[in-house]
């Protein structure tokens, strides 16, 4: 009978990591409401810990809202070890119909170790902001 | 050699399954999120009909009739007591609250955006890689975002349809909300991801535009950067808001403003219906900072209480609730 080989643990640990990969992360507002979500922090490559968040905010003077998405490092570096593949930012009516979004383009993704990047968008119509991405 | 490797299979696969709902944790927290801000809204309302009643002796009664130098007079001496203005929104909101809520049925809000200058295009995506034109979700021209809400007699809804339709009754965007989900057929049935075409619903007070206007006229009122002011006419009573921002904004992102030059303000006209209480239009203009404006959108509204669903409509909602208890 022929052994089987044992599954190497690295690669076991690169599957676990793209299972990060594909995780969507979703924040919610609504009037002048500010709403965060993140992915809590996690230690791998010798302790370095990795954030990832969302947000959305109603401003309050204005007809708009502001999405927001941001990754960092602790302690900080350039490496890329985390990074937004693909974000995007709704507004919603009370009946859950799409008023107006941001375009999902490749050159709104984030990197790593960037700082906030974020987005206006025209809430007219709208009584929720919807932000989701792919960290 | 291969038990101790099925040994190590297993340890890797309950901290993979441990590490998702690790994970899912601010997913859910998200959404949980969501709930306590309609909560928050829904308590806020109730609040609001309190101040209803104190404030009914600010609102004259509508003039029989009306004419331009009329007109001119009233704008030339709006009313500008801010808080006089937002107690008189929120009593024209009351107005309609007690006509509509109260009993079981459908509350209908149509919302028709009549101008805009702002470019309905690009795709709306998903990290799936699926995607739709954004104009087939909201036409270019004259969109209408339709609504039913299923209430009980306090005004919460449990059950509620959304449509976006052209002029011409094409339908757009398709949506219900059934079993405290709602579901976005429209991006379900273009191949998008169940997280982007469904979300949790808590039991919430259906919502009014004159109302939600109210309450926001009332959160924003005491900033130092905004002003109110507000004058009758005829059956109609019309509130101007005017802000001025304290850093130019930028619409869109600074690769791709949505903006022709950054807005340094704006100016929002709401028209009310002194008979219904009734939220007629909305109209956003930015003031840019090179001078100029910018149409941001001007919206025609619609509220109504029917009964039941009207008979053309009922199927995009018991078709779509059977289609997914079928799934389930």
């Given at each position: 009978?022929?052994?089987?080989?044992?599954?190497?643990?690295?690669?076991?640990?690169?599957?676990?990591?793209?299972?990060?990969?594909?995780?969507?992360?979703?924040?919610?507002?609504?009037?002048?409401?500010?709403?965060?979500?993140?992915?809590?922090?996690?230690?791998?490559?010798?302790?370095?810990?990795?954030?990832?968040?969302?947000?959305?905010?109603?401003?309050?003077?204005?007809?708009?809202?502001?999405?927001?998405?941001?990754?960092?490092?602790?302690?900080?570096?350039?490496?890329?070890?985390?990074?937004?593949?693909?974000?995007?930012?709704?507004?919603?009516?009370?009946?859950?119909?799409?008023?107006?979004?941001?375009?999902?383009?490749?050159?709104?993704?984030?990197?790593?170790?960037?700082?906030?990047?974020?987005?206006?968008?025209?809430?007219?119509?709208?009584?929720?902001?919807?932000?989701?991405?792919?960290? | 050699?291969?038990?101790?490797?099925?040994?190590?299979?297993?340890?890797?696969?309950?901290?993979?399954?441990?590490?998702?709902?690790?994970?899912?944790?601010?997913?859910?927290?998200?959404?949980?999120?969501?709930?306590?801000?309609?909560?928050?809204?829904?308590?806020?309302?109730?609040?609001?009909?309190?101040?209803?009643?104190?404030?009914?002796?600010?609102?004259?009664?509508?003039?029989?009739?009306?004419?331009?130098?009329?007109?001119?007079?009233?704008?030339?001496?709006?009313?500008?007591?801010?808080?006089?203005?937002?107690?008189?929104?929120?009593?024209?909101?009351?107005?309609?609250?007690?006509?509509?809520?109260?009993?079981?049925?459908?509350?209908?809000?149509?919302?028709?955006?009549?101008?805009?200058?702002?470019?309905?295009?690009?795709?709306?995506?998903?990290?799936?890689?699926?995607?739709?034109?954004?104009?087939?979700?909201?036409?270019?021209?004259?969109?209408?975002?339709?609504?039913?809400?299923?209430?009980?007699?306090?005004?919460?809804?449990?059950?509620?349809?959304?449509?976006?339709?052209?002029?011409?009754?094409?339908?757009?965007?398709?949506?219900?909300?059934?079993?405290?989900?709602?579901?976005?057929?429209?991006?379900?049935?273009?191949g998008f991801p169940q997280e982007q075409y469904r979300s949790?619903?808590?039991?919430?007070?259906?919502?009014?535009?004159?109302?939600?206007?109210?309450?926001?006229?009332?959160?924003?009122?005491?900033?130092?950067?905004?002003?109110?002011?507000?004058?009758?006419?005829?059956?109609?009573?019309?509130?101007?808001?005017?802000?001025?921002?304290?850093?130019?904004?930028?619409?869109?992102?600074?690769?791709?403003?949505?903006?022709?030059?950054?807005?340094?303000?704006?100016?929002?006209?709401?028209?009310?219906?002194?008979?219904?209480?009734?939220?007629?239009?909305?109209?956003?203009?930015?003031?840019?900072?090179?001078?100029?404006?910018?149409?941001?959108?001007?919206?025609?509204?619609?509220?109504?209480?029917?009964?039941?669903?009207?008979?053309?409509?009922?199927?995009?909602?018991?078709?779509?609730?059977?289609?997914?208890?079928?799934?389930?």
């Amino acid at each position: 009978m022929k052994d089987r080989k044992p599954i190497p643990f690295f690669f076991i640990s690169i599957m676990m990591f793209l299972t990060l990969g594909v995780f969507p992360m979703v924040a919610y507002a609504t009037h002048s409401y500010i709403k965060v979500n993140s992915i809590p922090r996690y230690g791998f490559l010798g302790g370095t810990s990795a954030h990832a968040e969302v947000k959305s905010a109603r401003i309050p003077e204005g007809p708009h809202g502001r999405c927001y998405i941001k990754s960092y490092t602790s302690p900080g570096t350039t490496i890329n070890v985390i990074g937004w593949t693909w974000w995007q930012c709704d507004v919603l009516d009370a009946n859950n119909n799409i008023v107006n979004t941001t375009q999902a383009l490749p050159a709104r993704a984030v990197t790593a170790s960037s700082t906030q990047d974020d987005i206006g968008i025209l809430f007219t119509g709208g009584v929720k902001i919807k932000t989701h991405g792919t960290a | 050699m291969y038990l101790k490797n099925r040994y190590i299979l297993i340890a890797v696969f309950i901290a993979t399954m441990i590490m998702i709902v690790a994970w899912s944790m601010p997913w859910l927290q998200a959404n949980s999120d969501t709930e306590t801000a309609y909560v928050t809204n829904s308590i806020d309302a109730q609040q609001d009909q309190t101040v209803y009643a104190m404030a009914s002796n600010t609102l004259s009664e509508p003039a029989e009739k009306s004419d331009s130098s009329n007109h001119t007079q009233l704008e030339a001496n709006p009313m500008t007591d801010s808080a006089l203005i937002v107690s008189t929104v929120k009593e024209l909101a009351g107005r309609q609250e007690t006509a509509l809520l109260g009993k079981p049925g459908w509350i209908y809000v149509r919302r028709i955006e009549v101008a805009s200058d702002e470019q309905k295009q690009g795709e709306y995506g998903s990290p799936s890689g699926a995607s739709i034109p954004f104009a087939e979700l909201v036409p270019a021209q004259t969109p209408i975002f339709e609504g039913w809400s299923h209430v009980d007699e306090t005004g919460l809804y449990h059950e509620a349809l959304g449509l976006v339709l052209s002029p011409n009754g094409t339908i757009h965007q398709h949506s219900i909300l059934y079993d405290g989900t709602w579901t976005h057929l429209t991006l379900r049935d273009n191949g998008f991801p169940q997280e982007q075409y469904r979300s949790s619903h808590s039991v919430i007070k259906v919502h009014l535009p004159a109302s939600y206007t109210a309450q926001w006229l009332a959160e924003i009122v005491n900033l130092d950067n905004i002003t109110l002011t507000a004058y009758q006419l005829g059956e109609q009573y019309t509130v101007v808001k005017e802000s001025i921002y304290k850093e130019p904004f930028r619409l869109g992102s600074s690769e791709q403003p949505g903006l022709p030059a950054p807005a340094v303000g704006d100016k929002t006209t709401y028209i009310f219906d002194m008979q219904t209480g009734q939220l007629l239009s909305e109209e956003v203009y930015y003031i840019l900072e090179d001078g100029r404006t910018f149409l941001a959108g001007n919206s025609e509204y619609h509220v109504a209480f029917m009964p039941e669903l009207p008979p053309e409509k009922a199927p995009l909602y018991y078709d779509a609730v059977n289609t997914i208890m079928g799934e389930q």
